[in-house]
């Protein structure tokens, strides 16, 4: 008995192939249905982009504490007290350059503000110095500070090499003195790019990128003082307010935002989607080993998903990966290193008045070399205004403070009252019209294993208002070896995407970006809206999801 192979058709032919193609177009235009797990500026940025095509996604956001923001919080102040009612105490600020998340502020009418920044850095004629009038300490490292801009540009010419290298061993390659580096170097990286105390170990390649890439800087690098008299940084406005707004309007839009409910388990990923498990949650409990949070029902039943978001930290992500993280995951995510630091918000004077250099000391001020630094002393002194019209005198906002034990590793502390806008905008003023006795202060204590150093028990307890433990990255040059280069190679496999400020650096506006790019690898569209916050986006959609974005396309 023999067989025949029976070609189709034409006609059959054509309609498999027509088949096939209504097959594909349904599929792709199918409404995906995606879970964001985190509801900080990662996952509402991800969340609201998404939020833009309801025809092509359902958007699920899973939160476990009671409020979205993730770290950028909110507490009530007594007015009668302190001179207002509310306190950013999580994220306060950043750069003018902070583009996505100014857009996101503006959408609800909350408006930023700018404030010239003034700094005091360590206490004492050894030790002290400020970008606001000339110190000997300046004086004492001018020479270093001129090598410091040409290493800078070195570093830049060669950055897949020195790039990599830790600043603690790039300062000894170039014979820069030890007192630099202690004294300014890693106090003014720690303050400003939250690298705590593993400053010295963060790569040089943070380090160029926060005086000289146009996308990150704070600020511009000055050969005479290293950083700059008076920069323009921005307050942001009430947080806890504006992230209540922005979900509120994203639930107006179909977006399911579910606070107070953890994730327990992904139980699978695969070609056909996501499989989790939740529980809700409450964070303000302890369970019985004295963690935060406690689960107050059983586990959900399992639920499905098509993509999944992860706008967590990296090493949650991993526990919440669990048996479904590929080796890839494990290796890329485990190079982010966390530390457990505390924030304690108080309005202890004495304590402060202590540890830093709180008011204008004649003996910690150069002799005036130029008619500019003439102009800084005034201004120092209330007796001259600064540049538009900013009012005089010497009123630091950010603090740092060196263990003489150990000068590499600091603790940090601001003036809130100075720096936040409304301790001043409440009452019309230029500044805040409110006595140094009745401030509020944040002061941060970094790295718990390190809490033998802290000087945390200084503080007046009666003084204290609020107290709040966080888990902060810690940018070690490891990371710039392992994460930011391998999230290209994990983003978008097994249905996952990751997003948050840790895929870089530690920045707010890093964060909004990231859930964006996730947003858009989903096939969501990248709203235009300035050419700045645009080229920032596309770098960041190349770096770590190997993505070229133009105008709107995109290719891998």
Not at 350 to 372: G, I, R, V
Request: charged share 25%; proline share 5%.
């Amino acid at each position: 008995m023999s067989t025949y192979n029976i070609d189709p058709s034409p006609e059959a032919r054509r309609l498999n192939k027509q088949r096939k193609a209504a097959e594909k177009d349904a599929k792709r235009n199918a409404v995906k249905n995606v879970v964001v797990i985190g509801a900080g500026a990662a996952g509402m940025s991800c969340a609201a982009t998404l939020a833009q095509h309801p025809d092509k996604f359902k958007v699920t956001v899973i939160e476990r504490k009671s409020v979205c923001g993730g770290q950028a919080t909110s507490i009530a102040l007594d007015k009668a007290k302190y001179g207002t009612t509310w306190l950013n105490d999580g994220v306060q600020g950043g750069s003018p350059i902070f583009k996505h998340t100014f857009n996101f502020f503006r959408r609800y009418g909350h408006e930023p503000q700018e404030v010239k920044l003034q700094v005091s850095f360590g206490q004492g004629k050894d030790g002290f110095w400020t970008n606001v009038f000339p110190s000997p300490l300046v004086e004492q490292f001018s020479a270093d500070i001129r090598k410091f801009g040409k290493v800078l540009k070195l570093i830049k010419w060669t950055m897949p090499i020195l790039g990599l290298v830790p600043i603690r061993i790039m300062l000894r390659m170039f014979f820069f003195s030890k007192g630099f580096g202690d004294k300014m170097v890693f106090p003014l990286i720690a303050l400003f790019l939250g690298t705590g105390n593993q400053t010295a170990n963060v790569s040089c390649a943070i380090l160029e990128r926060l005086f000289d890439d146009p996308n990150m800087k704070l600020w511009d690098y000055d050969p005479d003082t290293l950083l700059p008299n008076l920069p323009t940084m921005v307050t942001f406005p009430h947080c806890g307010n504006f992230y209540a707004d922005w979900a509120a309007d994203l639930k107006t839009k179909g977006v399911d935002i579910r606070t107070n409910t953890d994730v327990t388990a992904i139980l699978s990923r695969d070609k056909n989607g996501v499989v989790l498990q939740t529980a809700p949650f409450q964070p303000e409990k302890r369970d019985r080993e004295g963690r935060e949070g406690e689960h107050t029902a059983p586990p959900s039943r399992p639920e499905k998903f098509d993509e999944l978001v992860m706008c967590v930290l990296a090493d949650d992500a991993v526990k919440l990966l669990g048996k479904t993280a590929s080796w890839k995951e494990k290796y890329v995510l485990g190079g982010a290193k966390f530390f457990d630091d505390v924030t304690i918000t108080h309005s202890d004077a004495k304590y402060f008045e202590e540890n830093y250099e709180t008011k204008f000391n004649q003996e910690l001020c150069a002799k005036p070399k130029s008619e500019e630094q003439k102009a800084q002393i005034k201004f120092a002194t209330d007796k001259e205004a600064g540049e538009d019209g900013e009012p005089g005198g010497y009123r630091p906002m950010y603090y740092t403070h060196s263990y003489a034990e150990d000068p590499q590793k600091i603790e940090m502390s601001f003036d809130c009252t100075n720096y936040q806008h409304q301790f001043r905008i409440d009452y019309g003023n230029s500044t805040a019209p409110i006595p140094f006795e009745d401030h509020v202060f944040q002061s941060i204590f970094l790295d718990k294993t390190q809490s033998h150093l802290w000087t945390i028990d200084k503080i007046n307890k009666d003084k204290i208002i609020e107290q709040k433990w966080w888990h902060q990255l810690g940018h070690r040059w490891q990371h710039y070896v392992r994460v930011v280069p391998g999230m290209m190679w994990i983003n978008g496999r097994k249905k996952t995407l990751f997003a948050g400020s840790w895929t870089l650096v530690n920045m707010h506006e890093l964060a909004c970006v990231s859930g964006i790019a996730a947003a858009y690898r989903l096939g969501a569209e990248y709203v235009k809206f300035d050419d700045f916050a645009e080229d920032f986006f596309k770098k960041y959609l190349l770096l770590s999801h190997g993505v070229i974005y133009k105008k709107g396309k995109k290719s891998q």
